[in-house]
């Protein structure tokens, strides 16, 4: 087996994390060696050259190469994965761990993901259980960020178990696919779901690709399968909580977030809508009524997007 484990930084953004995001990602991957296992960077940050110098000084973690891309612009999620996923496929690398750099690793985490994928050489996907990281009180905590991406009525995608307490409850749940915080893809099996030529689908700039990903695996009948003793922590900006909760976090996120967030979510109707019974027309009708009606009252700047959304059509 050889493994890429790769990640984009942005900006000012991702720098503040990865002093201890590499320390964790060295101590975990420290029983791979330089032959099997190489680290790939895709910098999404543009101008601003705040990560450029510091990958420019730290060209290798625990004697592991770090091959740095600097795309000079700021290509999105899908884009800029398509590119370092196709370049871990040209070097022959049979899997690929993606990853967020706001990630603090266990030192198990990794051996154990790798010790399923020789258990189940044929899983095209596996996601770890990702709990709360709160970077900002440095403290990692007993709830879950996410154990896989799930499918509600109506097209809504889920993050499984998000905001609760983790008591082993979901460690045996069927998921449809890994969360694009920490994603390990058999690149073999991953070649099944292409479109035109790539992986994710570009016209998601960020947020929700990785919801149709995990849904063109499940409907290609690929598994993914989620590893409960395979830990890491994230400090996501939104996680679950009360609808107060969620709404004062939904503030904080920048206008463009949430733009992308509200276009992807939009997209993924149009795009399959054609694969929805009935009933799930109905649900898909009335979510996209609900989240036009709550953008005409608090979040008139969204309304912009239904004019991307019909060349998208």
Same mark, same amino acid.
């Given at each position: 087996?050889?493994?890429a484990i790769?990640?984009?930084?942005?900006?000012?953004?991702?720098y503040?994390?990865?002093?201890k995001?590499?320390?964790?990602?060295?101590?975990?991957?420290?029983?791979?060696?330089?032959?099997?296992?190489q680290?790939?960077?895709?910098?999404?940050s543009?101008?601003?050259?705040?990560?450029r110098?510091?990958?420019?000084?730290?060209?290798?973690?625990?004697?592991?190469?770090?091959?740095?891309l600097?795309f000079?612009?700021?290509? /999105?999620?899908?884009r800029?994965?398509n590119i370092?996923?196709? #370049?871990?496929?040209?070097?022959?690398?049979?899997?690929?761990?993606?990853l967020?750099?706001d990630i603090?690793?266990?030192?198990?985490a =990794?051996?154990?993901?790798?010790?399923e994928?020789e258990?189940?050489?044929n899983?095209?996907?596996?996601?770890?259980?990702?709990?709360?990281?709160?970077?900002?009180?440095?403290?990692?905590?007993?709830?879950?960020?996410?154990?896989g991406?799930v499918l509600k009525? /109506?097209l809504?995608?889920?993050?499984?178990?998000?905001?609760e307490?983790?008591q082993?409850f979901y460690?045996?749940?069927?998921?449809?696919?890994?969360?694009?915080?920490?994603a390990?893809?058999?690149?073999?099996?991953?070649? #099944?779901?292409?479109?035109k030529?790539?992986?994710?689908?570009?016209?998601?700039?960020m947020?929700?690709e990785?919801c149709?990903?995990?849904?063109?695996?499940?409907?290609?009948?690929?598994?993914?399968?989620l590893?409960?003793?395979?830990?890491?922590?994230?400090?996501?900006?939104?996680? /679950? /909580?009360?609808l107060?909760?969620?709404f004062?976090?939904?503030?904080?996120r920048?206008?463009?977030?949430?733009?992308?967030?509200?276009?992807?979510?939009?997209?993924?109707?149009?795009?399959?809508?054609?694969?929805?019974?009935?009933?799930?027309?109905?649900?898909? =009708?009335y979510?996209?009524?609900?989240?036009?009606?709550?953008?005409?009252f608090?979040?008139q700047?969204?309304?912009?997007?239904?004019?991307?959304l019909?060349?998208k059509?």
């Amino acid at each position: 087996m050889k493994l890429a484990i790769a990640f984009l930084v942005y900006k000012k953004s991702s720098y503040p994390y990865l002093p201890k995001f590499l320390t964790s990602l060295k101590e975990a991957s420290d029983f791979l060696n330089s032959h099997n296992c190489q680290i790939m960077v895709g910098d999404n940050s543009g101008e601003d050259n705040s990560n450029r110098k510091f990958f420019q000084e730290k060209n290798e973690l625990g004697g592991k190469k770090i091959e740095y891309l600097d795309f000079s612009e700021n290509l /999105g999620f899908s884009r800029a994965y398509n590119i370092l996923i196709k #370049k871990a496929k040209a070097q022959n690398f049979s899997h690929f761990l993606m990853l967020n750099p706001d990630i603090l690793i266990d030192k198990q985490a =990794i051996k154990n993901l790798l010790k399923e994928v020789e258990n189940t050489p044929n899983v095209a996907a596996l996601a770890p259980k990702i709990l709360v990281w709160d970077f900002k009180n440095k403290k990692l905590k007993n709830k879950i960020d996410s154990c896989g991406i799930v499918l509600k009525p /109506g097209l809504r995608f889920e993050d499984l178990g998000q905001g609760e307490t983790d008591q082993g409850f979901y460690d045996n749940y069927e998921i449809l696919g890994p969360t694009g915080a920490v994603a390990l893809f058999n690149l073999n099996q991953l070649e #099944k779901v292409k479109e035109k030529e790539n992986y994710f689908d570009e016209n998601f700039f960020m947020y929700k690709e990785d919801c149709d990903l995990a849904y063109r695996l499940s409907l290609n009948n690929l598994e993914t399968k989620l590893v409960a003793n395979s830990i890491f922590y994230h400090d996501r900006s939104v996680s /679950g /909580g009360s609808l107060i909760e969620r709404f004062k976090k939904r503030k904080k996120r920048s206008k463009k977030e949430r733009a992308w967030s509200f276009f992807g979510q939009h997209y993924l109707f149009i795009k399959h809508w054609h694969r929805q019974n009935f009933l799930n027309k109905i649900i898909v =009708i009335y979510n996209i009524i609900k989240i036009f009606v709550f953008s005409l009252f608090f979040e008139q700047f969204l309304l912009k997007q239904y004019l991307l959304l019909t060349k998208k059509r």
